[in-house]
């Protein structure tokens, strides 16, 4: 079977997984209905706190409410649909341990796309209205003049955003199969790393902010692109052409996520723990 | 064996529940610093703009955040200590098991909770603090003396946090289950606490409003203890005060739900 | 009695319809234990060792050993969960290991202790699921499902959700769930285990049929000797990843020189009874006896001539524990 071929077989399992996992949810509606809400509220409280350092000061690492509130919406919306699509793979860890993973791998489907919608839960797509909502209200109150590039970019940081932040949670995954028990350690860079891209890259230490473009490249979600919308310096320099960026590193990031998901699955298939 | 030494043990095995789980918590560990640092940042950025906003210098600030991380799990400011653990008893009714015990409900499970407290301190609240130390400037006292008045009003802030966390658990008598009130937990939790954000920096009326509420002794008391910012006796005061109401409620209800069980025969 | 070689490898003459051919197959593991605060030790764990063993088309066999003697990692190369670390492994012509979701078409498995099904559906919804996944044709789909609903007795139960099913009910569902798409060799783990009897009797029976009706080629573990007795014209055990015995059940009754218990309940309180020998009174409780006798002999002379001499008020007899078989033929290999 052809990559293609894997993908189309891959896309075909997860939706009729994620189907399974949704009517399973509906039947237990209130739980569904108060888990959203919370999920909604407990994501909107980042950005009150982020109202509420703004009615102290007007600018933060020199960045108004609205410039920052367009990086929130980047980050969060791109994680939020990340997290929609793929993030119930942080309970790998759990299927390993109880042994159910073995019932993933005797079914005629990849494993990373059983995996990644294993628990599917509508419920996520409650961080991502509350994304959208935020970057709604930024992209009216920021001052931007919009260039046909500038527009384009919107979309392409969202889609890219998701991209990369999936990456981190397949990459998160897939060392799950190395130590089962440390799920949280994705954590800080899944939730962390959205927390981190929040806030302009201007308040982070210049070492942090080297480690997130180059190293592991979360920059490309909204503070590369974003800092080019907006017209403002970028702390570190980069090439003009970098802004436009995302999409070839969030390609790069998909194949070596890709890649260390193969390797955990091997060493998996070849240990049995 | 005398009550005393029956909690004690409790204690002891509340401690060990969570001591098995090594790999666990030295991921906890890991990530509680990253979301350390990237919250330390942002503190920094906030303070430069505003130098002794709330009354905080810039190292209390960094003190602030850092005390933060070292807190969330050890005071379950989210929830998931072992409230979870008691609402899985009420809803499998295992709980009828825990009322013909002969020992106090209520101080059973607190003494449970008080050694996931510790444990968590030790083994998950004190290398990213020990880290923000080495790494920025923080504002610690020099004197023993803040330090055992700091531990007290910890020790009442993990009373505090098992009152709020206990009657929520209680609620599953009634609501059969716990999701709504866990999202609750972890809604209030982490606004009220001031975990994201000092309560002494939250504007206008409604920061007036959280720093009387209970969720206030948790984090925002033990640090004014340590930082010097509170006298240790108003501090406690307040704390001593929420957590008798607290406790007094959760009496109160349990009494409530045990006749509930009886009633319906366990 | 035929037995498989464990060190020397001669493997029994390739059928021509071998269906599983497993030859020279080993799975060695790292184990890593914790010794000290954060010293750690490292060794190497061969769970299975130079296995070989042919199944052929329509065999039922009954794979038995003591827990951790590399039954699960068998059954794990066999589905292609796990790879091995040596050996020639095949099913149906397909290498497991490098074909996985190929043969995961070709095979059902049952996992005893872990339902595959959906806990909060309709039990339709699971088969519906396998229906899409699996590509089953409609047609072929509807004549399975139908069959299995009549032969498991499921129809009452589809619209149930799973979560409120019984162990029996979930257990016949579960394998409805792996046969849906016409496997050609099930494997199932402990598929009587927690079951009443009347459950048991059901799943049997409806193996049995399976065997007969379509030819399917099954690889049961079990802990429970019955299923084997009413199951298998075969049976391997393993232990310590080595194949110890390979051939009929009562073969394995003499190799292991397993005996059984009758247990007498006598009218009274009476000194042990007078048993003739090899058979002899192990334990006295009360007025209930409990005497030992090989598995190989027939109880029917024992019982007549203890019926005419004691005052019997009932008695029961009671096959070999499997475990303590198994236990008895490695302690001789041991002691050879």
Same mark, same amino acid.
């Given at each position: 079977?052809?990559?293609?071929?894997?993908?189309?077989?891959?896309?075909?399992?997860?939706?009729?997984?994620?189907?399974?996992?949704?009517?399973?949810?509906?039947?237990?509606?209130?739980?569904?209905?108060?888990?959203?809400?919370?999920?909604?509220?407990?994501?909107?409280?980042?950005?009150?706190?982020?109202?509420?350092?703004?009615?102290?000061?007007?600018?933060?690492?020199?960045?108004?409410?609205?410039?920052?509130?367009?990086?929130?919406?980047?980050?969060?919306?791109?994680?939020?649909?990340?997290?929609?699509?793929?993030?119930?793979?942080?309970?790998?860890?759990?299927?390993?341990?109880?042994?159910?993973?073995?019932?993933?791998?005797?079914?005629?489907?990849?494993?990373?796309?059983?995996?990644?919608?294993?628990?599917?839960?509508?419920?996520?797509?409650?961080?991502?209205?509350?994304?959208?909502?935020?970057?709604?209200?930024?992209?009216?109150?920021?001052?931007?003049?919009?260039?046909?590039?500038?527009?384009?970019?919107?979309?392409?940081?969202?889609?890219?955003?998701?991209?990369?932040?999936?990456?981190?949670?397949?990459?998160?995954?897939?060392?799950?199969?190395?130590?089962?028990?440390?799920?949280?350690?994705?954590?800080?860079?899944?939730?962390?790393?959205?927390?981190?891209?929040?806030?302009?890259?201007?308040?982070?230490?210049?070492?942090?902010?080297?480690?997130?473009?180059?190293?592991?490249?979360?920059?490309?979600?909204?503070?590369?692109?974003?800092?080019?919308?907006?017209?403002?310096?970028?702390?570190?320099?980069?090439?003009?052409?970098?802004?436009?960026?995302?999409?070839?590193?969030?390609?790069?990031?998909?194949?070596?996520?890709?890649?260390?998901?193969?390797?955990?699955?091997?060493?998996?298939?070849?240990?049995?723990? | 064996?005398?009550?005393?030494?029956?909690?004690?043990?409790?204690?002891?095995?509340?401690?060990?529940?969570?001591?098995?789980?090594?790999?666990?918590?030295?991921?906890?560990?890991?990530?509680?610093?990253?979301?350390?640092?990237?919250?330390?940042?942002?503190?920094?950025?906030?303070?430069?703009?505003?130098?002794?906003?709330?009354?905080?210098?810039?190292?209390?600030?960094?003190?602030?955040?850092?005390?933060?991380?070292?807190?969330?799990?050890?005071?379950?400011?989210?929830?998931?200590?072992?409230?979870?653990?008691?609402?899985?008893?009420?809803?499998?009714?295992?709980?009828?098991?825990?009322?013909?015990?002969?020992?106090?409900?209520?101080?059973?499970?607190?003494?449970?909770?008080?050694?996931?407290?510790?444990?968590?301190?030790?083994?998950?609240?004190?290398?990213?603090?020990?880290?923000?130390?080495?790494?920025?400037?923080?504002?610690?006292?020099?004197?023993?003396?803040?330090?055992?008045?700091?531990?007290?009003?910890?020790?009442?802030?993990?009373?505090?946090?098992?009152?709020?966390?206990?009657?929520?658990?209680?609620?599953?008598?009634?609501?059969?289950?716990?999701?709504?009130?866990?999202?609750?937990?972890?809604?209030?939790?982490?606004?009220?606490?001031?975990?994201?954000?000092?309560?002494?920096?939250?504007?206008?009326?409604?920061?007036?409003?959280?720093?009387?509420?209970?969720?206030?002794?948790?984090?925002?008391?033990?640090?004014?203890?340590?930082?010097?910012?509170?006298?240790?006796?108003?501090?406690?005061?307040?704390?001593?005060?929420?957590?008798?109401?607290?406790?007094?409620?959760?009496?109160?209800?349990?009494?409530?739900?045990?006749?509930?069980?009886?009633?319906?025969?366990? | 009695?035929?037995?498989?070689?464990?060190?020397?490898?001669?493997?029994?003459?390739?059928?021509?319809?071998?269906?599983?051919?497993?030859?020279?197959?080993?799975?060695?593991?790292?184990?890593?234990?914790?010794?000290?605060?954060?010293?750690?030790?490292?060794?190497?764990?061969?769970?299975?060792?130079?296995?070989?063993?042919?199944?052929?088309?329509?065999?039922?066999?009954?794979?038995?050993?003591?827990?951790?003697?590399?039954?699960?990692?068998?059954?794990?190369?066999?589905?292609?969960?796990?790879?091995?670390?040596?050996?020639?492994?095949?099913?149906?012509?397909?290498?497991?290991?490098?074909?996985?979701?190929?043969?995961?078409?070709?095979?059902?498995?049952?996992?005893?202790?872990?339902?595959?099904?959906?806990?909060?559906?309709?039990?339709?919804?699971?088969?519906?699921?396998?229906?899409?996944?699996?590509?089953?044709?409609?047609?072929?789909?509807?004549?399975?499902?139908?069959?299995?609903?009549?032969?498991?007795?499921?129809?009452?139960?589809?619209?149930?959700?799973?979560?409120?099913?019984?162990?029996?009910?979930?257990?016949?569902?579960?394998?409805?769930?792996?046969?849906?798409?016409?496997?050609?060799?099930?494997?199932?783990?402990?598929?009587?285990?927690?079951?009443?009897?009347?459950?048991?009797?059901?799943?049997?029976?409806?193996?049995?049929?399976?065997?007969?009706?379509?030819?399917?080629?099954?690889?049961?573990?079990?802990?429970?000797?019955?299923?084997?007795?009413?199951?298998?014209?075969?049976?391997?055990?393993?232990?310590?990843?080595?194949?110890?015995?390979?051939?009929?059940?009562?073969?394995?009754?003499? #190799?292991?020189? %397993?005996?059984?218990? =009758? /247990?007498?309940? *006598?009218?009274? &309180?009476? !000194?042990? $009874? @007078?048993?003739?020998?090899?058979?002899?009174?192990?334990?006295?409780?009360?007025?209930?006896?409990?005497?030992?006798?090989? #598995?190989?002999? %027939?109880?029917?002379? =024992? /019982?007549?001539? *203890?019926?005419? &001499?004691? !005052?019997? $008020? @009932?008695?029961?007899?009671?096959?070999?524990?499997?475990?303590?078989?198994?236990?008895?033929?490695?302690?001789?290999?041991?002691?050879?």
């Amino acid at each position: 079977m052809g990559e293609t071929g894997r993908l189309r077989e891959g896309t075909r399992a997860y939706l009729l997984i994620a189907a399974m996992w949704i009517r399973s949810t509906m039947t237990y509606r209130t739980s569904f209905v108060l888990t959203a809400v919370g999920n909604l509220a407990v994501t909107g409280l980042d950005f009150v706190t982020l109202v509420l350092m703004f009615a102290q000061v007007d600018t933060l690492g020199g960045w108004t409410l609205p410039e920052v509130a367009f990086l929130y919406g980047l980050s969060v919306t791109s994680f939020g649909l990340a997290d929609l699509l793929i993030g119930s793979a942080d309970t790998l860890g759990a299927r390993l341990r109880d042994g159910s993973f073995d019932t993933l791998l005797v079914r005629p489907a990849p494993v990373l796309a059983q995996v990644a919608a294993d628990r599917f839960a509508l419920r996520r797509l409650g961080r991502i209205t509350q994304g959208a909502l935020v970057l709604g209200w930024a992209l009216c109150a920021v001052h931007v003049e919009w260039t046909a590039a500038k527009v384009l970019l919107v979309p392409v940081m969202l889609v890219s955003g998701a991209a990369i932040f999936g990456a981190v949670f397949t990459a998160g995954a897939a060392f799950q199969f190395l130590a089962q028990d440390a799920a949280e350690v994705q954590n800080a860079f899944t939730y962390g790393g959205t927390t981190l891209l929040q806030y302009p890259p201007t308040v982070f230490g210049k070492d942090l902010v080297r480690g997130v473009t180059f190293v592991l490249p979360l920059a490309f979600v909204n503070w590369v692109p974003g800092a080019y919308v907006l017209g403002r310096p970028y702390p570190l320099s980069l090439p003009g052409w970098a802004a436009f960026a995302p999409p070839l590193v969030a390609a790069g990031c998909v194949a070596l996520a890709g890649l260390a998901w193969r390797a955990g699955l091997r060493a998996y298939r070849s240990t049995g723990s | 064996m005398g009550a005393g030494r029956l909690y004690a043990a409790v204690a002891v095995g509340g401690f060990r529940r969570y001591a098995t789980y090594r790999a666990a918590t030295a991921a906890g560990v890991f990530t509680n610093t990253v979301f350390g640092l990237i919250i330390v940042y942002t503190y920094l950025a906030l303070w430069d703009e505003r130098p002794h906003l709330g009354g905080y210098d810039q190292t209390q600030a960094v003190t602030y955040a850092w005390l933060g991380q070292a807190l969330y799990s050890t005071l379950a400011i989210q929830g998931g200590g072992t409230e979870k653990d008691l609402m899985a008893r009420i809803r499998t009714g295992d709980i009828a098991v825990d009322l013909y015990r002969p020992a106090d409900l209520q101080l059973w499970w607190l003494a449970s909770d008080l050694g996931r407290t510790l444990f968590q301190l030790l083994g998950r609240g004190v290398i990213p603090f020990a880290f923000g130390a080495l790494v920025f400037d923080m504002a610690l006292p020099h004197s023993a003396a803040t330090w055992a008045a700091f531990a007290v009003a910890l020790l009442l802030a993990a009373v505090v946090s098992f009152g709020i966390r206990y009657l929520a658990a209680l609620s599953v008598f009634w609501l059969l289950d716990g999701t709504g009130v866990n999202q609750a937990v972890m809604v209030l939790g982490i606004f009220c606490s001031g975990i994201t954000l000092p309560l002494n920096v939250v504007p206008g009326a409604l920061g007036d409003l959280v720093q009387v509420l209970p969720w206030a002794a948790q984090l925002q008391m033990p640090a004014d203890v340590l930082m010097g910012e509170t006298s240790p006796w108003s501090a406690y005061g307040f704390q001593a005060a929420w957590a008798v109401v607290l406790l007094a409620a959760g009496r109160v209800v349990q009494s409530a739900a045990t006749r509930r069980v009886v009633v319906q025969g366990g | 009695m035929t037995e498989t070689g464990t060190g020397s490898g001669t493997v029994t003459d390739t059928v021509a319809d071998a269906f599983i051919e497993v030859d020279r197959v080993e799975k060695v593991f790292d184990v890593r234990r914790r010794t000290g605060f954060l010293k750690r030790e490292r060794r190497q764990v061969r769970a299975v060792d130079a296995l070989s063993f042919t199944v052929a088309r329509g065999e039922m066999v009954g794979y038995i050993g003591p827990n951790g003697a590399g039954k699960s990692t068998t059954i794990k190369m066999l589905t292609g969960i796990l790879t091995p670390s040596g050996g020639r492994l095949r099913v149906a012509g397909i290498d497991p290991a490098r074909e996985r979701t190929r043969l995961a078409h070709r095979i059902g498995v049952v996992f005893g202790q872990r339902t595959t099904l959906w806990w909060d559906l309709p039990l339709i919804d699971s088969y519906r699921l396998a229906h899409r996944m699996y590509r089953i044709p409609d047609a072929r789909y509807r004549e399975i499902l139908d069959r299995l609903v009549e032969l498991l007795d499921l129809g009452a139960l589809l619209d149930v959700p799973v979560r409120q099913l019984s162990l029996g009910q979930r257990m016949r569902g579960d394998i409805a769930a792996a046969l849906l798409h016409d496997p050609e060799v099930l494997y199932l783990d402990e598929p009587t285990i927690g079951l009443d009897v009347v459950s048991k009797a059901r799943v049997r029976e409806f193996l049995r049929g399976l065997r007969d009706e379509r030819g399917t080629t099954v690889l049961l573990t079990t802990h429970d000797l019955q299923d084997i007795e009413q199951l298998c014209s075969r049976v391997m055990v393993i232990d310590h990843g080595r194949l110890m015995y390979d051939g009929p059940l009562a073969g394995l009754h003499e #190799a292991g020189e %397993s005996e059984r218990t =009758l /247990v007498l309940d *006598l009218e009274r &309180e009476l !000194p042990p $009874v @007078d048993a003739p020998p090899p058979a002899r009174v192990v334990r006295v409780e009360g007025p209930r006896q409990w005497l030992a006798f090989p #598995a190989s002999a %027939s109880a029917a002379p =024992l /019982v007549a001539r *203890l019926a005419a &001499e004691y !005052p019997l $008020v @009932d008695l029961s007899v009671r096959e070999p524990d499997i475990e303590a078989v198994i236990a008895r033929m490695y302690e001789e290999r041991a002691s050879a």
